[in-house]
């Protein structure tokens, strides 16, 4: 092999972090854009950019270094990274891919035009239009910024004509966009696999379990039926082939009370509903978005054993200290992952805990015991 070849990643937080982890024994570099000094990517051997991910000169520099460029966050400059694909740096996902996403309304219409079934929604122009909204969606309704929410940021659930105007009055400046609130059972996501050649496979439906808008845990594989099961699966695919570039993809979805599926939500990246597959797949996720981005053929997703991921939230704000993590993997079948991050914050994702078994209860049991005995 005549030299190492360099993945570049924009971002470099944990889920840089796992990516770095799975390059590295594939036999690339890596190197990543972030913000701040000794990211998360660093601490595990990825040299780092430290620039905003707005910055084009970073953007660009990335680009003279990497034989291969992904991303580990959309929040970024998709315009530099277009230009940056069409003087021949393999960039994936596509940067039109990163657009569409990164603006929830377009994402939404693209799921329609694609006969995607998602809840009903509509464009925000100002209070008036939220207003009739509000009625045209029976009296409550989900209010979203269409650009940089995440983990609920940027979200604002309204049930009467006040708390509209005080929704669009905090969010006022922010382009928003209103979705029906769906009555649904359970929340699932499936993690989507395109290789350069647009070949697609996916990973098993599994559930996720939210609080506080943040997602809680993970559970593999999601304990619906076979009709259930196979109907999301082929919707993920569906929507994968519809997008453009390669790499990882996480539908997010909604499962009604009559077994309906709905698409809620695109990832262009690795995701948090993915974790579970480094103890419990064939293939990880992180390393399955290497293999994709960098022309190697795909692994197979197949699941090992049920799984559940745990996500460690930070507690408190400051100064990161940990303390239980000998007690957690004293519990039979888990692993724990820490993200390196610093300070903590409340509701920060810190770290996550894995427990596989041979049944999904016995995996829900020990990771949640596990998860009992960290404190960070």
């Not at 996403?101 to 799921?111: E, S, T, V």
């Not at 922010?174 to 769906?182: G, H, I, T, W």
């Not at 453009?244 to 995701?271: Q, S, W, Y």
């Amino acid at each position: 092999m005549q030299g190492q070849r360099t993945i570049g990643i924009v971002g470099g937080g944990q889920l840089g972090r796992m990516l770095t982890l799975a390059a590295k024994p594939l036999g690339f570099n890596v190197i990543v854009i972030n913000p701040t000094a000794h990211s998360p990517a660093y601490q595990v051997g990825a040299d780092e950019i430290i620039a905003d991910l707005y910055n084009p000169g970073a953007l660009r520099a990335l680009a003279l270094r990497a034989d291969f460029i992904t991303i580990e966050i959309e929040h970024l400059d998709a315009a530099v990274l277009k230009e940056l694909a069409n003087t021949g740096t393999p960039i994936n996902p596509a940067p039109a891919t990163i657009a569409l996403i990164q603006d929830k309304l377009l994402q939404k219409r693209a799921l329609a035009g694609w006969k995607i079934p998602t809840a009903d929604f509509d464009e925000i122009t100002d209070e008036t239009s939220a207003q009739k909204l509000l009625k045209r969606f029976g009296g409550s309704m989900i209010i979203k910024t269409r650009f940089g929410g995440y983990d609920g940021r940027g979200n604002a659930v309204v049930k009467n004509p006040v708390q509209v105007h005080q929704a669009i009055a905090r969010l006022q400046g922010q382009a928003l966009y209103a979705e029906a609130v769906v009555p649904f059972t359970k929340e699932l996501a499936v993690m989507v696999a395109k290789d350069m050649k647009g070949t697609v496979i996916a990973y098993p439906v599994v559930e996720t379990i939210h609080r506080r808008n943040i997602c809680i845990e993970v559970l593999a594989p999601a304990a619906v039926s076979e009709i259930v099961s196979s109907g999301a699966s082929k919707l993920a695919k569906k929507v994968a082939t519809k997008l453009d570039g390669a790499g990882m993809f996480g539908i997010e979805m909604f499962l009604t009370k009559d077994d309906k599926v709905l698409v809620n939500e695109i990832a262009p990246r690795v995701h948090n509903s993915g974790h579970y597959s480094i103890e419990a797949n064939r293939t990880s996720q992180f390393e399955q978005h290497i293999r994709a981005i960098s022309g190697l053929p795909l692994g197979s997703t197949e699941l090992l054993s049920p799984a559940v991921m745990i996500n460690i939230l930070g507690e408190r704000n400051g100064p990161t200290e940990i303390s239980g993590i000998a007690e957690a993997l004293q519990v039979a079948g888990v692993s724990v992952h820490l993200y390196g991050k610093s300070p903590t914050k409340i509701d920060r994702k810190m770290g996550h805990i894995t427990a596989t078994a041979k049944t999904l209860q016995a995996a829900k049991k020990n990771a949640r015991n596990a998860r009992k005995k960290i404190r960070i």
